[in-house]
């Protein structure tokens, strides 16, 4: 039995050493092996967390506990060899239940001496961590969720920001193209006052040229030849005066055309820049739950942290 293997005769402790030992059975998991690994005991806390009866543990070899990949490995063989010279094994580790379920126990595995100082047995000491493992999991997958959802948030801003610029950039040329239609009117706008300024003198001289009529047809009879001639003049005059008046409306159509597309880059302007805002909102608001899925990240981390 393990007690007889592992407790002094002569023993100092205030407390008895069966005490100690019966209330680590209570409350720990506990199996003891020979070297050979095969199960020598095993208290009720090992079989249940199994899934065994304690009987049936006693038929049972080490290896029967292992995933079938590690109890065929180097390391597996190496544990062995190191218990056998009395290296102590302390770790978290998998283990298969009778069901075929995997369970974590947080377990230490002591090289049992007999009064030679040999290794005679090995007992187990383990706690039953699949649950904490489990919790543990979880709160991990949703860590790997909330940093994969973090990352498409942020590279979502990151777009939306280049949209910005390319707006702020469609703006600026916009700008510039309104510019440009400006100078043209102001051209065309220097053309009418010049051709105004004909009209006005083609309007001067025919007032003048009609005040001569007025005078040339007092004297008709002999003198109407200069009658005629001024009036010839008045038709010349006229005619010049029709032909500005056309330059005049195509200059004015052009100017019109220029208004136009100055209204439209104007609407196109501020088209762009309302764009320009719902996209800044939409960049702040995507960083807003960028700033969000960082709390939570944290908190998750701090529950992880809590329970390793």
């Known amino acids: 039995m393990i007690l007889d293997n592992i407790i002094s005769h002569e023993s100092t402790q205030v407390l008895k050493e069966k005490s100690v030992l019966a209330a680590l059975e209570q409350s ?16 009720e806390n090992f079989a249940q967390a199994m899934g065994y009866q304690v009987a049936e543990l006693t038929m049972m070899h080490h290896r029967e506990f292992c995933l079938p990949e590690y109890a065929q490995s180097s390391k597996y063989r190496d544990l062995w060899h190191n218990l056998r010279n009395g290296v102590k094994f302390q770790e978290k580790i998998i283990r298969v239940g009778k069901n ?12 049992v001496y007999n009064d030679e100082g040999q290794v005679v047995a090995v007992l187990k000491v383990a706690t039953d961590i699949t649950s904490r493992e489990a919790a543990a999991t979880q709160v991990r997958n949703e860590l790997q969720q909330m940093a994969e959802n973090l990352l498409a948030r942020t590279e979502a801003g990151i777009q939306r ?29 220097k053309v009418i006052r010049g051709i105004v300024q004909t009209i006005r003198d083609f309007a ?6 009609a005040l001569n009529a ?7 009879g002999e003198h109407g030849r200069g009658f005629n001639v001024v009036a010839t003049e008045v038709r010349k005059l006229a005619q010049n005066v029709q032909e500005a008046i056309k330059e005049i409306q195509i200059t004015v159509n052009a100017i019109s055309e220029q208004v136009s597309q100055v209204s439209l880059g104007t609407t196109n302007s501020q088209k762009a820049i309302i764009n320009s805002q ?28 809590d329970l390793i």
């Open 28 to 43: 720990l998991a506990m199996i003891e092996f020979n070297i050979e690994g095969d199960v020598l005991w095993a208290n």
């Open 100 to 111: 075929g379920r995997a369970l974590w126990l947080e377990a230490t595995y002591m090289p």
């Open 161 to 189: 920001s280049q949209q910005v610029a390319s707006t702020i950039e469609h703006v600026v040329k916009d700008n510039e193209n309104n510019l440009n239609s400006l100078m043209n009117l102001e051209r065309q706008t």
């Open 214 to 220: 007025t005078i040339e047809a007092a004297h008709a």
């Open 278 to 305: 719902n996209q800044i909102q939409q960049a702040v608001d995507a960083f807003t739950d960028i700033g969000e899925a960082a709390e939570s990240l944290d908190a998750q981390a701090k529950t992880l942290s």
């Open 204 to 209: 001067s001289q025919t007032n003048l040229l």
